[in-house]
């Protein structure tokens, strides 16, 4: 595989590095001159000096053939710009873009650059994956595949407690997983399975179904 990664910062240079250590191909792409020649004592032919957004630059690292284009600078209207190019231009079948800030994302979603990575959203989810009552929680959006998958948390008096699998009033296209007891490992429950107050329940489902999986899981609807 051939993969360009466009910002030499830690991020850019720790990826290229363990890409490389894969045994990929890889071509790093930056513009700022210190962190150019820094980087090139390291990486030697794998990085090329130059503004990621330009058209020459991207087509001097081989763009043309690029596997995947990883947009990872410091700006995201850059990232964006770089992946659109790799998209459009280019037809660039998989790209993956930073967002620095994630109040950017629903550009980014807008725009068809996806996936689009925000570090601060990912910390959020797993902050709220460790503090036990939180309720619904994102694991994983699949917008190609338009799928989800939520941690949801059953509260005492929710409509599921004390319910086997295959009793429970879940709408189609939404299907349990796994069931976390609390202090336990987590497992593939069967039909049978009984969910108590307290376990903790993946789900996979369609977007926009997650109203009614929380119905079935805390009282009146609402997360603990």
Known sequence: MYVIVVGGGKVGLNLARELIRNGQEVTLVEGE????????????????????????????????????????????EDNILICQVAKEKYLCERIIARCNNPRNLQHFKLLG??????????????????????????????PDEKLEIIE?????????????VSEIDLPDGSLIISVLPRG????????????????????????????????????????G
């Open 33 to 76: 001159r210190r962190a150019y020649l820094r980087i090139e004592q390291e990486l030697e032919h794998a990085i090329q000096y130059g503004d990621g957004t330009e058209l020459w630059v991207l087509e001097r690292a081989g763009i043309q053939r690029a596997d995947l284009v990883v947009a990872v600078t410091g700006d995201d």
């Open 113 to 142: 650059i996806q996936p689009a990575v925000s570090a601060t959203d990912l910390i959020l989810n797993l902050i709220e994956h460790e503090v036990p009552g939180h309720g619904l929680v994102h694991l994983l959006d699949l």
């Open 152 to 164: 949801v948390e059953v509260t005492e008096g929710a409509p599921a407690a004390g319910l086997a």
């Open 184 to 223: 336990k490992a987590g497992f593939v429950p069967k039909g049978d399975t009984v969910i108590s107050p307290g376990d903790e329940v993946l789900v996979v489902l369609d977007p926009g179904l997650e109203p009614h999986i929380t119905a079935q899981f805390a009282p009146n609807g609402r997360p």
